[in-house]
T-cell receptor
Framework: DAGVIQSPRHEVTEMGQEVTLRCKPI?????LFWYRQTMMRGLELLIY????????DSGMPEDRFSAKMPNASFSTLKIQPSEPRDSAVYFC?????????????FGPGTRLTVT | KNQVEQSPQSLIILEGKNCTLQ??????????LRWYKQDTGRGPVSLTIMTFSENTKSNGRYTATLDADTKQSSLHITASQLSDSASYIC??????????FGAGTTVTVRA
């Protein structure tokens, strides 16, 4: 299994531009999570999906952020317009289930730099 | 205030030595506690998952303990190797599956 796949691995963009991050979860996993990691705030859960349906988006910082999961094998996290404070590493993770014992598998992350 | 506090923030140990990382939490109600290892430039990898009824869980040279009464957990690394150099993150899961993350402890193992 290839694991969770994210693209791009690095993204540098100018303030005000739209940014789209992509994720392919592990095949057969019902749950997909988007995280953000910064030095100041550590890891933060932004949103998670179950069977392609957003369940909890309370971690999404602003309306500039949106996430979609059009099918079981693809999800996007979009930032529009981007700001320098959005610079962070964004991780996608997937899980077969989401209960007390199930593992989450993280992708390699996308390092976003907004200048 | 963060509901999951980790200590120390960082530590340096010699190869072959043991070390213990601490995690104190105030999250309630509690469902499970997870320790992740994150290598530089990579995503976190799960080491252990413990529910409130479990006191200890091992994964190779990693042993996690949990005291749900005092809301404390520790991660013990035995006979450290250079590959153990990483950030170790404590994550507490509430019954409603909200996650609370610690800031992590950065471990550096030197030859």
């Amino acid at each position: 299994d290839a694991g969770v796949i994210q693209s791009p691995r690095h993204e540098v963009t100018e303030m005000g531009q739209e940014v789209t991050l992509r994720c392919k979860p592990i095949s057969g996993h019902d749950y997909l999570f988007w995280y953000r990691q910064t030095m100041m705030r550590g890891l933060e859960l932004l949103i998670y999906f179950n069977n392609n349906v957003p369940i909890d988006d309370s971690g999404m910082p602003e309306d500039r952020f949106s996430a979609k999961m059009p099918n079981a094998s693809f999800s996007t996290l979009k930032i529009q317009p981007s700001e320098p404070r959005d610079s962070a590493v964004y991780f996608c993770a997937s899980s077969l289930k989401w209960d007390r014992k199930n593992e989450q598998y993280f992708g390699p992350g996308t390092r976003l730099t907004v200048t | 205030k963060n509901q999951v506090e980790q200590s120390p923030q960082s530590l340096i140990i010699l190869e072959g030595k043991n070390c213990t990382l601490q995690c104190n939490y105030t999250v309630s109600p509690f469902s499970n506690l997870r320790w992740y290892k994150q290598d530089t430039g990579r995503g976190p990898v799960s080491l252990t998952i413990m529910t409130f009824s479990e006191n200890t869980k091992s994964n190779g040279r990693y042993t996690a303990t949990l005291d749900a009464d005092t809301k404390q957990s520790s991660l013990h690394i035995t006979a450290s190797q250079l590959s153990d150099s990483a950030s170790y993150i404590c994550v507490v899961n509430r019954n409603d599956y909200k996650l609370s993350f610690g800031a992590g402890t950065t471990v550096t193992v030197r030859a």
